[in-house]
């Protein structure tokens, strides 16, 4: 079984240097193990978490399920953000290839926790589901769209931010997996959106296939705060945050009163601590805006229960624009994992593995 694993401290960017394959062989089967030959493989920035001793437990409500038990059996090095020579583990669909447990059979498709890994054996049913084979999406949608993705942007976007028909909503990683979702659920609802990517082919998606009413490229921006200003003459109601930084600061200073900021991730926080700002908390106290974080996993209760069946009218009727970056073999796990941090990815970014 070829894995992946890190061979050091990743601080600042990840490079595809610091990634090594290695070989293992798989141990027999024990009573309630479940082997699984790996599809697809969710690649995540949330493998370089801001905090990294909260790892393990952000890994756990991840995939929707507690882990008793958990098989990270590891010590965490003071400052380590991954697991040094230990396999990765994220959110993949695989087919089962033999199982021990009563609840799994030979050819089932499952989605859940995976290795970043050819095989991986689960030990923990309750980080699995059967996925069903019949249904006329491609499985890799599980990962993004019918995934975490799908459901950090419905369950924030909806849910923290309290949308109403005709707000002014900013996006930021507008491209990405994420927020291109928030964009498009809120011009469903009949929002006026703007979102902001990293390159000029970016921007054009945005305004050209997924309907944003405009978008930018902040890269070439030298002063957000004013660039936010010509795109909201009349301010800013929602803001969806993605990447944390100068674009928060700036995205505060033109909220109108009484506007909501869905902290959703800080990405330009996790290779780069310095990036860290205060908004001004002037503003924050007399314009009334409320700032919320949340995770994926506060949404994992029956209140959003209508998100999957919400999601997949869209997707059948094409409202909703399903986004995909997938690259093909275990070998280019790093180079996507990098790409992230780099904004090379357009939508979900996927590894496959093997062939279905
Ligand atoms: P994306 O598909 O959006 O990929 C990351 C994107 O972020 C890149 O494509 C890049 O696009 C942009 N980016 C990278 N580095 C920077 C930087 N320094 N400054 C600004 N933008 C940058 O990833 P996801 O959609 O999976 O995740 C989006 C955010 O949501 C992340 O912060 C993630 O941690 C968070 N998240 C939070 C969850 C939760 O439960 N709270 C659950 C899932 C995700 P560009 O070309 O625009 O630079």
């Known amino acids: 079984n070829k ?11 990840p490079q595809e240097s610091m990634f090594e394959i290695k070989t293992q062989t798989l141990p027999p089967l024990e009573n309630n193990d479940v082997l699984i030959k790996c599809l697809y493989i969710s690649i995540d920035p949330y493998h370089l978490p801001d905090k990294p001793h909260e790892a393990p437990e952000f890994i756990t409500n991840f995939c929707g399920s507690c882990i008793q038990n958990h098989p990270w059996n590891v010590e965490l090095i003071d400052e380590v953000k991954l697991y ?22 030979k050819d089932d498709i499952v989605c859940g926790l995976l290795n970043w890994a050819e095989y991986t054996i689960v030990k923990n049913e309750n980080t699995l589901r059967k996925l069903n084979t019949m249904e006329e999406f491609p ?25 109403k028909k005709g707000e002014k909503v ?18 469903l609802l009949g929002c006026y959106v703007i979102g902001c990517a990293g390159t000029k082919q970016k921007v054009e998606m945005l305004k050209e296939k ?29 803001y969806f945050d993605n990447v944390g930084g100068e674009m928060l600061e700036a995205a505060i200073a033109n909220m109108n009163p009484f506007g909501r900021v869905a902290v959703c991730g800080v ?32 949404f994992y209760t029956n209140d959003f229960k209508d998100f999957m069946p919400v999601t997949t009218d869209y997707v059948r009727s094409g409202k909703l624009c399903v986004l ?17 941090f780099q904004g090379e990815n357009l939508g979900k970014k996927i590894v496959q593995i093997a062939q279905e």
């Open 3 to 13: 894995f992946l694993t890190i061979t050091t401290n990743i601080e600042g960017q």
């Open 84 to 105: 040094i020579c230990q396999a990765i583990n994220g959110s993949g669909v695989g087919r089962v290839i033999a199982s021990e447990n009563d609840g799994y059979e």
């Open 139 to 163: 499985l890799s949608y599980h990962l993004g769209i019918f995934g975490t993705s799908g459901l950090t942007a419905y369950g924030g976007f909806f849910h923290v931010c309290k949308p």
């Open 170 to 187: 900013f996006v930021s990683a507008a491209a990405g997996s994420v927020g291109n979702l928030v964009g498009q659920y809120a011009k």
């Open 210 to 238: 997924l309907g944003f009413d405009d978008a930018f490229n902040y890269k070439e921006k030298t002063d957000l705060n004013s660039t936010l200003r010509r795109y909201f003459p009349d301010g800013i109601d929602i």
């Open 267 to 298: 990405i330009s926080h996790y290779t780069n601590s310095q990036k860290q700002v205060t908004p001004n908390m002037i503003d924050v106290i007399y314009k009334r805006i409320m700032i919320q974080g949340f995770l994926v996993s506060d």
């Open 324 to 340: 995909e970056d997938i690259s093909h073999g275990i070998e280019s796990i790093p180079s996507a994992f990098r790409g992230l």
